[in-house]
């Protein structure tokens, strides 16, 4: 017990002191995963949309792949990308193993899915009749898309709040791709697993918390946009 | 780009049900038809499929001795009808942002936008309602606004799915003078509905959706002299 609570105490210290070698972790983690959910946004909203209003051959066997990739694990996802990236796979030439831009493709590939598949809930679930009247008032289609999706911004706000969720607190991936290398591919989650590893509790508990405190205020943005989504 | 449209041997059939075969069905210029028929009949997928919202499986399309193949007949007839949904779907925002929707979607400058706009809401008396939410709108104001985001974009036709279901007397009242006011203006509009009798002083063709096939009902002037009367004048001094 003392332990504990010296580690804790410690770690408090280490977060409000501003140590800087935990926030560049933090930094890292939330350069390399806003990078990836920037990226695949708007691709992914694109193919929600054309798998909720599309009407095209394999549209059905599409949705239920991006359903089953939801539940991709992560280490699998890990795996794929290192034997691309290795030296001796396709995409060795390029040297990107064990880089940032590695981890921002892992998390790419944990994203995708995520935002495609509850972004066309949403916009599935949405009124047709939104369609219909931008279509009658004279809109383009991609205006009308835009409406649509405007109509259900709060579901897809929130498609995109869960994809960032899981890849931020995701450790499989990242330590296979980025190697957590200290300055250089080191995030939150690899970062608690090696000093924990270590038996290095308060660094761990640090980033912990601050794993945690995120998880609360998406959680937070979440329910706030599930409630406008509720009242409207 | 005024000018009949004609359609011939609509066809739409959900699943094994054939829910419209339509053998031919005209809209005029300058006129107001009224189509009835039992709930399920078919009336919003034919309102729909004139408005090229909805794909039928069978139908030839012909305007100006024109006949168009779907495709292009979807486009023709997205630019001259203006469809109304039977409970009109409010965008989340304002109602000017609502009737000024179709004039920014087809790029109109600023400056027109905001007093067509005005000019609009003044017309149906909604400039009050101007900056509220219209989605927090009454029934009534819904309808009242989808009629001027309608009017605005100025089309040949109005298509209007039960305009006046739903309502309270009032709100079906102040709906009614805003549509009897757009005939009188020249709109063409084609009304579906159950209530014969309340739009039968400003209709001019009655036609009647029944397994599937339109059967046009005749209009007595007798008759519409009598239901205007028993109707429609208690109605307005109670309304008032
Ligand atoms: N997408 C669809 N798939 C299958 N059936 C449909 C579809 N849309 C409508 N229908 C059916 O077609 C029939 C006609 O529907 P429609 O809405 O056109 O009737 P309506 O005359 O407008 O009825 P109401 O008076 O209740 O508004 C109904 O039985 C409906 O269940
Ligand atoms: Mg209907």
């Given at each position: 017990m003392q332990d504990i609570y010296q580690a804790t105490k410690e770690a408090l210290i280490l977060l409000l002191g501003g140590d800087p070698g935990i926030w560049e972790i933090v930094g890292i983690s939330f350069s390399v995963s806003l990078q990836a959910i920037l990226y695949i946004t708007p691709l992914s909203l694109l193919l929600a949309f054309l798998l909720a209003f599309g009407n095209f051959r394999g549209r059905r066997i599409l949705i239920s792949t991006f359903h089953t990739f939801l539940a991709i694990p992560a280490v699998v996802v890990g795996l794929t990308v290192y034997i691309f990236l290795s030296?001796?796979?396709?995409?060795?030439?390029?040297?990107?193993?064990?880089?940032q831009t590695a981890m921002v493709i892992g998390q790419m590939i944990l994203a995708f899915p995520i935002v495609v598949a509850m972004s066309h809930s949403a916009l599935q679930s949405s009124d047709r009749a939104i369609w219909e009247t931008a279509k009658t008032l004279g809109a383009s289609s991609p205006k009308a898309m835009f409406t649509v999706m405007y109509e259900a911004r709060f579901g897809l706000f929130a498609a995109v709040i869960a994809a960032f969720s899981r890849i931020i607190a995701e450790v499989g991936c990242s330590m296979m791709?980025?190697?957590?290398?200290?300055?250089?591919?080191?995030n939150i989650p690899t970062a608690i697993a090696l000093e924990t590893s270590k038996g290095e509790f308060a660094q761990g508990i640090a980033l912990g918390l601050v794993l945690l405190f995120l998880a609360l205020a998406l959680n937070l943005l979440l329910s706030s946009a599930r409630y406008r989504l509720e009242m409207a | 780009m005024q000018g009949s449209v004609r359609f011939d041997n609509v066809e739409k059939v959900y699943g094994d049900r054939v829910l419209l075969s339509i053998d031919t069905f005209t809209v005029n210029p300058g006129q107001c038809i009224l189509i009835s028929g039992d709930n399920g009949s078919g009336k919003t997928t034919l309102l729909k499929i004139m408005s090229g919202l909805l794909k039928p499986e069978k139908a030839t399309v012909t305007k100006n001795d024109v006949s168009l193949p779907w495709v292009k007949a979807k486009s023709m007839l997205q630019s001259e009808m203006v469809y109304l949904h039977q409970t009109p779907y409010m965008f989340d925002t304002s109602v000017f942002n609502n009737v000024a929707y179709g004039l920014r979607a087809t790029k109109v400058p600023k400056a027109q936008v905001e007093e067509k706009v005005w000019q609009c809401l003044r017309w149906a008396r909604l400039d009050h309602l101007?900056?509220?939410?219209?989605?927090?709108?009454?029934g009534g104001e819904r309808q009242r606004v989808a009629l001027t985001r309608a009017r605005i974009v100025n089309p040949s036709f109005l298509i209007l799915d039960?305009?006046?279901?739903?309502?309270d007397r009032g709100s079906r009242h102040q709906t009614y003078e805003l549509i009897q006011r757009l005939q009188s203006e020249g709109m063409s509009i084609v009304i579906s509905s159950h209530d014969v009798e309340f739009f039968a002083n400003i209709i001019d063709f009655h036609y009647f959706l029944e397994a599937g096939n339109l059967r046009k009902i005749d209009i007595g002037t007798k008759q519409r002299k009598h239901k205007s009367s028993a109707v429609v004048t208690p109605f307005q001094r109670k309304g008032r």
């Open positions: 030296r001796n796979g396709p995409l060795g030439d390029l040297g990107l193993l064990f880089s791709v980025g190697g957590n290398i200290l300055h250089h591919t080191r | 101007t900056p509220r939410n219209a989605k927090l709108l009454s039960e305009p006046t279901a739903n309502m």
